[in-house]
């Protein structure tokens, strides 16, 4: 995927709907709605013109049970009524990437990101990626279907995605 999203990750939180795609909906719906105008003022034109190259990014995959608890939930119903809300909440009518936010161990692989392959063929997300994998349940990701990007903790205390780094650059 060429260019940058900006990540408007939330987590449902039970009864409580996502606070950063309630702040963003309105505004990138006015942003969108502008950049399908043929003429524009300048100031707006310099705005747009970088729409194909950045866009809105979200995760599903994870759901609040309590104040400081969260579950994994990698089920095929759960997975799309989350990527629904996400577009309910940001108004739009794709998301540019959505991200697996944990593989839910308890769910085939196969069955979770063969439902957020349906929600792409369907045009709900233009690119499918993951966070926290390990290079091996990458590998066995990429047989199942594209992915566009990897999200995982990587810093000077912790280098144990390393593996997984030498395979995304000999990927390219």
Request: glycine share 8%; aromatic share 4%.
């Amino acid at each position: 995927m060429a260019g940058k999203a900006y990540e408007l990750a939330h987590r449902h939180r039970p009864g409580r709907p996502p606070l950063p795609c309630e702040l963003v909906g309105e505004p990138l719906e006015q942003l969108v709605q502008r950049s399908r105008y043929a003429v524009q003022p300048p100031q707006q034109r310099d705005l747009d013109r970088h729409a194909d190259n950045y866009g809105p990014s979200t995760k599903g995959g994870v759901v609040r049970t309590g104040d400081s608890a969260w579950h994994i939930t990698g089920r095929p119903e759960q997975l799309r009524a989350m990527c629904e809300a996400s577009l309910r909440l940001l108004r739009l009518d794709t998301i540019d990437l959505y991200q697996l936010h944990r593989l839910d161990p308890g769910v085939p692989m196969a069955d979770q990101l063969g439902t957020l392959d349906a929600l792409r063929t369907e045009g709900e997300i233009r690119h499918l990626g993951l966070d926290t994998v390990t290079a091996e349940q990458l590998e066995a990701a990429l047989e199942l279907t594209d992915i566009a990007s990897v999200q995982n903790r990587y810093n000077l205390l912790d280098r144990a995605s390393e593996p997984l780094l030498s395979r995304l650059d000999s990927l390219g």
